[in-house]
């Protein structure tokens, strides 16, 4: 028989809509092919939750904190309950950007110019760099809360009153040019996708979930050694964090700097699983169809060693 798959999704990040739409997704390609399927909208009452389902395996389709950041993780292996995606900490690790941007270097690969802030001394200083630079959460997905200071105003982040003074953020040197991302299934980089953002914006949350508002090109019409080296990176940026499963991670590329040009913004753990998401579009175009590629998820589970 089939193991009996609990869907984690919904959750308390603010990711949650995004994550319920790649819950149902994946709960729903599960049962097509013929698993049993429980679906659990994350609260606090998680740990009694699943004492009470029992599942054999959990598929984590969680976005953002609490979800993404390792903690859901412990928790599972705790329980002893095999998982979906990266343990504990990868997921960790990837979601604190700065930590992750240091082991990035380690391994060879290039990051913005950067530091990282609270949000009250963002508040109280000068403009933190030169424009134009990018101003976005330490530890947050989705581009939430992500603000291009093309010009050097960020007062439309700093004048807000519903984000905590100590919360951290990381200010980057804006790289011009082409947005990326490559995907990476089990230990193969499957291929590069442009992002064309529309309307004048950059790549942000609705962007990212509301249809029309960017354009995907798979693969990315790029030079051969570039669209290598991305999958390269793509691969070095998996292992180096410890990655499992699958990732996703992105980039930006200034052809103005030739092969020198590539940058790594940074690595998404458990990447959207929703109708518009890259992960399932790139995994398309490589011939595995979305149920395949939740069965693959799934058959992959286990908890930290």
Not at 13 to 28: D, I, K, P, Q, T
Not at 207 to 215: I, M, P, V
Request: aromatic share 6%; hydrophobic share 40%.
């Amino acid at each position: 028989m089939k193991p009996h798959v609990a869907v984690l999704m919904g959750g308390l990040s603010a990711e949650r809509e995004v994550s319920l739409v790649s819950g149902e997704n994946c709960a729903a390609a599960l049962e097509e092919k013929g698993y049993r399927v429980t679906k659990i909208d994350v609260g606090r009452d998680l740990p009694a939750r699943l004492l009470e389902v029992k599942p054999d395996v959990v598929f984590n389709a969680l976005h953002g904190r609490y979800g993404e950041d390792g903690r859901v993780q412990g928790l599972l292996d705790l329980m002893a309950i095999p998982y979906t995606h990266s343990g504990v900490l990868a997921s960790a690790l990837a979601m604190d950007k700065p930590m992750a941007m240091r082991l990035f270097r380690s391994a060879g690969l290039t990051c913005p110019e950067g530091f990282e802030i609270e949000f009250e001394d963002l508040q109280d200083g000068p403009p933190p760099m030169d424009p134009p630079f990018v101003v976005k959460p330490a530890a947050e997905g989705s581009s939430v809360n992500v603000l291009v200071a093309k010009n050097g105003d960020i007062s439309a982040l700093t004048e807000r009153d519903d984000i905590a003074p100590e919360a951290r953020f990381l200010v980057e040197r804006y790289i011009p040019g082409h947005e990326l991302t490559a995907t990476v299934l089990g230990e193969q980089a499957l291929t590069v996708t442009e992002i064309r953002p529309k309307k004048g914006r950059f790549y942000d949350y609705g962007a990212k979930y509301t249809e029309g508002f960017a354009e995907h090109i798979v693969p990315a019409p790029l030079p051969r050694p570039v669209f290598d080296k991305v999958c390269d990176w793509a691969l070095r940026a998996h292992w180096v964090l410890g990655c499992r499963g699958v990732s996703r991670s992105d980039f930006r590329f200034d052809p103005k700097g030739g092969m020198d040009g590539l940058v790594i913004l940074e690595v998404n753990t458990q990447p959207g699983m929703t109708p518009m998401s890259l992960v399932p579009e790139q995994a398309k175009h490589c011939g595995i169809d979305f149920a395949d590629l939740v069965v693959r998820l799934v058959e992959g589970a286990r908890c930290d060693k």
